[in-house]
C-alpha cells in the first residue's frame, strides 16, 4: 500500500514525498542498497552518527506527479553542468539514444553515446527491472524506474525505454529553475497503465502546433494516451483519399498526422484515434443523405446512420481500414453511444426498418438493441485484424436484447445519465475492464452547455480518484485491478466559447491534477495551494 513501510537497509523506506529520516551514503556501485538510509514518512528526524559529509538530509525530488517512493541520502545532489555534463547510455543500450539526446537537448548537456559515466553525468540504462521492485513484488513493469543521484552523477535505469524516459522527466522537473536534483535513489511507477488526454477534434478545430504543444506537456507530466476524436456531426478532421467528399476544409493532413503520431512516439504516448458511429456520424450522411437514419414519419435523425443499410456499414469500414496503419498505437476507439434510435420509448416502433433488420439477422425476438450490438461487434471485427486493443463508450454496450458486445471491449465509462447506461457496477461485475471518463470531474465541455461546468484541478486534486467512475461516489476496491486507469476529456460543444489559448490554460492545472491521482491515488502530500505553486515553478 502506498504508506505502508518497506524494509531496508539501516531504516525504513516509506512510500512518498515527504522524506525525513537520516542516514548516510557510503560508497558502492549506486543502486541504493548499498547503505543508504532509507527515506521516512512524517517523524523527526535523527541525526547520523557518522555523517561522511557534512550535507542535510536529502529530501523527495518535487515533481509532477509526486514520485512515489524516495531513499533519503546525504550528499551534494547533482545540477546540469555545461561545461562538463553529459548524457551516456549503458553499453549496448543504443536503443536509449533517442531519450537521452532529447535530455541533454534539454539540461543544455553533451550526448556521449555508449559511454561509462563520469562525474557530472547522467546514464540512461536498461535493466533486468530489480530496481522497480521491491522484495519480489512488481513494482510497475515497464513504466517503472530508479533514478539514483550519487557521487555527483545521476543513473536512471529501467526495464524498457518507457521507464528510462519517466526517469528523465522527473531528473528534468527536479533541477527545472536552477535547484539541485536531490541524493539518494527514487523508486517509481505509476498505479494505472492508463493514463489519457483525449481532444475532440471534430467540432473544433485545434492547429497542429497547439497539438504538438499539448504532446510535448503530456510527456513531462508521464501521460501515455492522446485520444483524438475526429470525426462527428459537425467535421471530419483527417484526409482521407477512400471518401474525400466527408472531410473537412480544415483538417489534418495524414503527413501532419504522422508527425503528431511520431511526436507522441518520442515520448512514449500512443495516439487513440476515434470513429465514432453508428451515431455522430453527420459529417458523412451530409455527403450521403442516402444514409441518413430516418423514423417511421421520415424524420431524420441526427447524426445516426441507418444500421439495416449494408451501404452504412461498408462507409464505416472504409474508413476504419484506411486509417489503422496510420495509427500505428495499440488502442483503437469504436465510440458507438447516443445512437439516438435506442433513446426512444419504443425504438421498434419508431424505427420499423431497424427492427425488420433485427428480426431478420437474429430471428423472431430480436431487437433494435440487438441490431447496434451486432453493429459494434462488426466494427471491432473490421479493426481487429490490425492488432488494436478495442474501447467503446460504456453506452454504446446496450442491454435489453439478446446479443453482447464482444469480450475484449474495453469500456470508456463517462456516464450513468443517458438512457440505456448503467452504473459501472454493471459493467465491472460482468467482469469488463474499464477506463474512467467520469463526466463529473473529466469532462470539460466548451461553452458548458447542460449541466457541464468547468472541472478544476482542485476538485480533481482532492476528491477524485480512478475509483469514482461516475459522478462523486467511489466502486468497491475490489474492482481496482478492472480499473485500468484515466482520461481528461476536451469537448468542443459550443466550439466558439473558448479560443484554442483559453483551453489550453483552462485544462492546465486539471491535467496535471488527473496525472497526480492516476500515478498515485492515495492522498497527495501536498496542499493544493502548495501543488499549484509547483506546478508554478516547474
Do not use: C
Not at 77 to 99: F, N
Not at 365 to 371: A, H
Amino acid at each position: 500500500m502506498r504508506r505502508g513501510p518497506v524494509a531496508a537497509a539501516g531504516g525504513v523506506a516509506v512510500v512518498g514525498a515527504v522524506v525525513l529520516a537520516v542516514g548516510f551514503w557510503p560508497g558502492g556501485d549506486g543502486d541504493g542498497s548499498d547503505g543508504a538510509a532509507p527515506s521516512g514518512g512524517r517523524s523527526a528526524a535523527a541525526p547520523s552518527t557518522s555523517p561522511t559529509k557534512n550535507y542535510a538530509l536529502s529530501k523527495a525530488p518535487a515533481t509532477i506527479p509526486a514520485v512515489r517512493e524516495h531513499t533519503a541520502a546525504r550528499g551534494p545532489g547533482w545540477r546540469p553542468d555545461e561545461g562538463k555534463g553529459r548524457v551516456v547510455i549503458g553499453d549496448g543500450d543504443s536503443g536509449l539514444a533517442d531519450e537521452a539526446k532529447l535530455l541533454a537537448g534539454e539540461l543544455k548537456l553533451k550526448y556521449g553515446g555508449e559511454s561509462d559515466p563520469r562525474e557530472g553525468d547522467v546514464q540512461l540504462t536498461l535493466s533486468d527491472g530489480d530496481e522497480g521492485k521491491d522484495k519480489g513484488k512488481d513494482r510497475g513493469g515497464d513504466e517503472s524506474y530508479t533514478l539514483t543521484v550519487k557521487g555527483e552523477r545521476v543513473r536512471i535505469a529501467a526495464p524498457a525505454e518507457a521507464g528510462v524516459f519517466y526517469g528523465t522527466r522527473t531528473l528534468k522537473q527536479a533541477v527545472s529553475g536552477g535547484r539541485t536534483a536531490p541524493e539518494g535513489v527514487v523508486r517509481d511507477r505509476p498505479a494505472k497503465p492508463q493514463r489519457g488526454f483525449m481532444i475532440d477534434i471534430a467540432r473544433k478545430h485545434y492547429d497542429l502546433k497547439w497539438l504538438e504543444d499539448r504532446v510535448r506537456d503530456l510527456g513531462d507530466l508521464k501521460y501515455n494516451q492522446l485520444g483524438l476524436h475526429f470525426s462527428d456531426d459537425q467535421a471530419f478532421r483527417i484526409e482521407s483519399e477512400s471518401h474525400p467528399e466527408i472531410v473537412s476544409s480544415d483538417h489534418l493532413t495524414k503527413d501532419q498526422v504522422r508527425g503528431l503520431v511520431k511526436l507522441a512516439a518520442s515520448r512514449h504516448i500512443t495516439v487513440v484515434p476515434e470513429i465514432d458511429s453508428p451515431g455522430h456520424l453527420g459529417a458523412v450522411t451530409r455527403r450521403h443523405p442516402s444514409l441518413q437514419l430516418r423514423d417511421s414519419r421520415g424524420k431524420v435523425t441526427r447524426g445516426a446512420v441507418d444500421i439495416s443499410k449494408p451501404a452504412a456499414a461498408k462507409i464505416v469500414d472504409d474508413l476504419l481500414k484506411e486509417y489503422a496503419d496510420l495509427f500505428p498505437g495499440a488502442y483503437w476507439h469504436l465510440g458507438a453511444d447516443e445512437y439516438l434510435a435506442l433513446t426512444v420509448k419504443n425504438p421498434e416502433a419508431s424505427y420499423p426498418q431497424l427492427a425488420a433488420a433485427a428480426r431478420e439477422r437474429y430471428g423472431a425476438d430480436g431487437r433494435v438493441q440487438d441490431l447496434a450490438t451486432g453493429w459494434l461487434n462488426d466494427r471491432a471485427d473490421t479493426v481487429r485484424p490490425f492488432d488494436k486493443k478495442l474501447k467503446a463508450w460504456n453506452d454504446g454496450f446496450f442491454r435489453g436484447g439478446k446479443t453482447q458486445a464482444a469480450d475484449d471491449l474495453e469500456v470508456a465509462y463517462w456516464t450513468g445519465k443517458e438512457i440505456g447506461a448503467r452504473e459501472p457496477d454493471a459493467y465491472l461485475e460482468a467482469g469488463r475492464k474499464l477506463v474512467n471518463y467520469n463526466d463529473e470531474y473529466l469532462y470539460y465541455v466548451l461553452g458548458q452547455p447542460q449541466t457541464f461546468r468547468y472541472p478544476t484541478g482542485q476538485r480533481i486534486y482532492e476528491s477524485w480518484t480512478p475509483l469514482v467512475v461516475r459522478g462523486t461516489k467511489p466502486v468497491s476496491e475490489r474492482y481496482d485491478d478492472q480499473i485500468l486507469g484515466g482520461t481528461f476529456a476536451v469537448w468542443g460543444d459550443l466550439a466558439d466559447a473558448q479560443t484554442q489559448e483559453q483551453v489550453a490554460a483552462g485544462i492546465r492545472m486539471p491535467l496535471r491534477a488527473t496525472v497526480q491521482k492516476l500515478w498515485d491515488p492515495g492522498k497527495p502530500d501536498l496542499a493544493w495551494k502548495d501543488f499549484v505553486k509547483l506546478a508554478d515553478g516547474l
